[in-house]
């Protein structure tokens, strides 16, 4: 009997062995990928010591378990067993060590990998063949002996690289003829002028026209009959929206905020074309301090993509690419842009809703269409309590307001401003996984999860900062304005005049010298004295809003049609224009220049053609500039500026010998409300 359990006692110890083995191997596998996750929150701050902490107590265990089962495997082989409990509680400490530190590592690794998220690895991009709605294809098989426009940039997905997969596989080039052109907006021009009969251009193309009076009915005035995604990681399409990498988060850094408005929720197809809502910020966290602009979609800026970069409307760029609209604004603000960040607008009101609504002073009554673009919804003037459908109202109207654009990128700045100093309210976890689940899905980021995760440390500094009390903003906001003139403006590509807005060079150099000051690279300039009247409430200073005692615009090419040959002659010696006279007698009839062209752009003279019989040619090359005329600038004001009215211009320039000529000129012209009555006529008429 004694030798029966003997042998039964033998058989169990190596089973007992293989077990604490197998937990013992467990156990370092489990701790190990703990050890793994927790280095990846190295750069959270201080909650790394506690982190540290627990990475020692885990190296710890592994020791102290690590022999304690060398010591018990040792005395089995010499026959010493120790009771049956004790072996049990030995597996039981094993089995709980490898589930706390699994569940440790695999909490750690879903937050990096949701944290992660919020860099888009792959984007859908979308192409579409477009017509008139008066073109009688429906489907591309109808397609035959077309002229097709195309993007010529073969980096360009949706203007390119998707076309001619289309082309390849339904054999387009056999029976049709493929233009190439350099930008959509020459594209859509011809299709409107049917010079072309179809081209090829984002999905999303009613965004980047709808906003120009031409096109402000192009979703009926064109078709698409055919469209295709294709899926691809934005390393393989873009430099810029790439993950930053080598920038240290604790260092001062720009973030370059681009709002997408769309009926859509997430941003998981592409969204380059929508380029309405720009807020640059630079934050340095060494003194909590940031900049904040919100720049003027129709500002009048070189787009840096475009061949020889030309001005135009800053919108414009976006319709090419992340990376053309954030090479367009480092060029003219003349400042790096680390990061950038987009956001759906349709999310901006999840995302509001999940912090529980947000605290505005509204400047005034407002109402708008809400984020399906169905119904109204109305917000009041006043300290207010606004959920997610009323914030939109605030950050997307532009039409109610005085100053159009101008006055919403200030209002943007005040959501903005808002939700930041939401932040401190929000104490639930539930709430804080609602609010990033939110962001996930309506955010896209160059941002690493490591660079985002260490924010916390930034945080931290924040909420420890005296600026985190119940009556002061959480980050000292700097807000920026960039002051400027409304000009109509000859575009050259889409062959209208399209209202800009010409930006203040004046203005802009303040700007700059702000954002570089905050950044660190330039030194800050203390004011020793400033003014105030305590009877008078204080209004924190805006910087770039001026008064400024220039404006800056362009000099533009004036209407002649109507006008005799000497009154012509006249008008373009004041405007430093090169004129050839076809014909003699009578009045202008027609000129080889369109109105309202800028004249530096000019290339050789300007032909005017007189209603006179005679063949014979005159030409009028104007001397320098020796007279000035003020009322030529009034044709640039408004965006519904008639060809009638630039002639009583005209005619009140050649009758008053003694005016000053400012088209174009650097001189001192209005004061600064006047220059504030001309943004608001001009931005209050603005689509």
């Known amino acids: 009997m004694m030798a029966k359990e003997k042998n039964n006692e033998e058989k169990v110890r190596p089973k007992g062995r293989i077990v604490l083995t197998v937990l013992l191997i467990l156990a370092l596998l489990s701790g190990g990928f703990a050890i793994y996750n927790l280095f990846l929150l190295r750069n959270m701050g201080n909650l790394v010591k506690y982190f540290y902490f627990a990475i020692g107590l885990i190296i710890g265990l592994y020791i102290l378990l690590f022999f304690k089962v060398k010591v018990r495997l040792k005395r089995r082989k010499k026959g010493k067993e120790k009771k049956e409990k004790k072996d049990r509680g030995l597996i039981i400490c094993f089995v709980l060590y490898i589930i706390f530190t699994a569940a440790l590592g695999g909490a750690i690794a879903f ?13 859908t991009y979308s192409s579409s063949l477009v017509t008139l709605s008066s073109n009688e294809s429906k489907t591309i098989e109808d397609v035959d002996d077309y002229r097709i426009g195309i993007l010529s ?76 995604e294709k899926k691809m990681k934005k390393v393989v399409t873009s430099k810029r929206e790439t993950s930053s990498k080598g920038k240290n988060i604790k260092e001062p850094f720009t973030i370059l905020l681009m709002g997408v408005d769309s009926t859509e929720e997430g941003l998981t197809k592409n969204t380059v074309a929508n380029g309405d809502s720009l807020v640059l910020i630079t934050f340095n966290p060494k003194t909590l301090n940031a900049t904040m602009i919100s720049i003027p979609r129709d500002s009048y800026v070189p787009i840096a993509c475009w061949s020889g970069k030309p001005e135009n409307k800053i919108t414009h760029a976006a319709a090419y690419g992340t990376d053309c609209m954030m090479s367009t604004i480092e060029e003219y603000f003349d400042i790096k842009i680390d990061y950038y960040a987009k956001i759906n607008f349709k999310g901006l009101v999840k995302l509001v809703d999940a912090m529980g609504g947000i605290d505005v002073e509204v400047p005034k009554d407002l109402c708008t269409d809400n984020s399906n673009r169905e119904g109204e919804v109305c917000i009041s003037q006043g300290y207010q309590h606004l959920n997610g459908e009323q914030a939109l109202v605030l950050s997307r109207n532009r039409k109610q307001l005085a100053a159009g654009d101008l006055d919403r990128g200030r209002n943007q700045q005040l959501v903005i401003q808002a939700m930041v100093n939401k932040v401190r309210t929000i104490k ?40 985190a009390k119940d009556d002061a903003d959480l980050v000292n906001i700097q807000q920026l304005y960039l002051q400027g003139t409304g000009q109509m403006i000859y575009d050259e590509r889409a062959r209208m005049v399209l209202w800009n807005y010409v930006p203040n060079k004046d203005s802009r150099k303040d700007v700059v010298n702000a954002m570089k000051t905050n950044l660190g690279l330039l030194e800050y300039e203390d004011k020793k004295t400033f003014s105030f009247s305590i009877n008078d409430e204080y209004e924190k200073q805006i910087v770039g809003y001026g008064p400024y005692n220039s404006n800056y615009t362009y000099k533009l090419v004036p209407n002649f049609v109507g006008y005799s040959e000497a009154v012509a002659r006249s008008i373009a010696s004041r405007n430093g224009i090169k004129v050839v006279f076809s014909g003699s007698g009578g009045t202008v009839v027609s000129q080889s220049a369109p109105v309202n062209k800028r004249v530096d752009k000019l290339n050789g003279s300007v032909t005017l053609t007189l209603s006179g019989s005679s063949k014979s040619n005159t030409t009028t090359e104007s001397s320098k500039d020796t007279s000035k005329n003020n009322n030529n600038n009034n044709n640039n004001k408004d965006k519904g500026t008639s060809s009638d009215e630039t002639k009583k211009d005209n005619k009140k320039d050649d009758e008053k010998d003694d005016e000053k000529d400012d088209i174009g000129s650097d001189d001192k012209t209005t004061s600064s409300d006047e220059t504030k009555k001309d943004e608001k006529s001009s931005n209050g008429g603005n689509n």
């Open 153 to 228: 940039d073969k980096n360009s997905v949706e203007g390119y690289i998707i076309p001619q997969e289309v082309i390849k596989k339904y054999k387009l080039k056999d029976n049709n003829d493929i233009v190439e052109y350099d930008n959509y907006t020459e594209m859509m021009a011809d299709l409107y002028a049917k010079e072309i009969d179809a081209l090829f251009i984002t999905t999303s193309y009613h965004s980047i026209f709808s906003s120009i009076d031409a096109y402000e009915n192009i979703d009926n005035e064109t078709k698409k009959i055919f469209t295709q």
């Open 428 to 467: 639930s976890a539930s709430k804080f996984m609602k609010i990033l689940d939110t962001i996930s899905n309506n955010f896209d980021t160059n941002f690493t999860a490591n660079q985002i995760l260490s924010f916390y440390s930034i945080a931290e500094d924040i909420l420890n900062n005296n600026l």
């Open 111 to 123: 937050v990096y990998g949701f944290v992660g998220s919020f860099n888009k690895e792959y984007v």
